[in-house]
């Protein structure tokens, strides 16, 4: 069983048991549970539902494990032939989640 869902501008299959970095969800603290209502496409076996634009009762029940931050990224600014180089660097902060159940109403 899997399903596909949508937060922000991001679509992720995820399945029952699964650790997912979500979008950052500043309000959620270490244990609070998440209702996922976005779900875009749902797959159990042999029912297949396709969302038009989200499948009709689908939720996703996850909880928040914390916050976490992501890879480094270098920022490189450089001006050719004026000796300008800066270097900044960025970590985008995360929330993670465990998926507890996928259901469909």
């Given amino acids: 069983m899997y399903a596909v869902l949508r937060d922000g501008n991001r679509q992720y299959k995820v399945t029952e048991g ?18 996922l209502t976005d ?10 539902r396709i969302g038009q634009p989200t499948v ?12 976490v931050k992501g890879e480094k990224l270098r920022v490189v600014k450089r001006r050719r032939r004026e000796s300008f180089e800066k270097e900044t660097g960025h970590r985008q ?4 989640v465990k998926i507890r159940q996928i259901a469909v109403g």
Avoid: C, F, P, Q
């Avoid at 009709?56 to 916050?67: D, L, N, Q, R, Y």
């Fill in 18 to 35: 699964e650790t997912l970095w979500i979008d950052l969800r500043a309000d959620s603290k270490k244990g609070d549970t998440l209702e």
């Fill in 39 to 48: 779900v875009v496409l749902y797959s159990n076996g042999s029912d297949l």
């Fill in 56 to 67: 009709a009762g689908a939720k996703i029940v996850a909880e928040v494990m914390g916050e």
């Fill in 93 to 96: 902060h995360h929330t993670a």
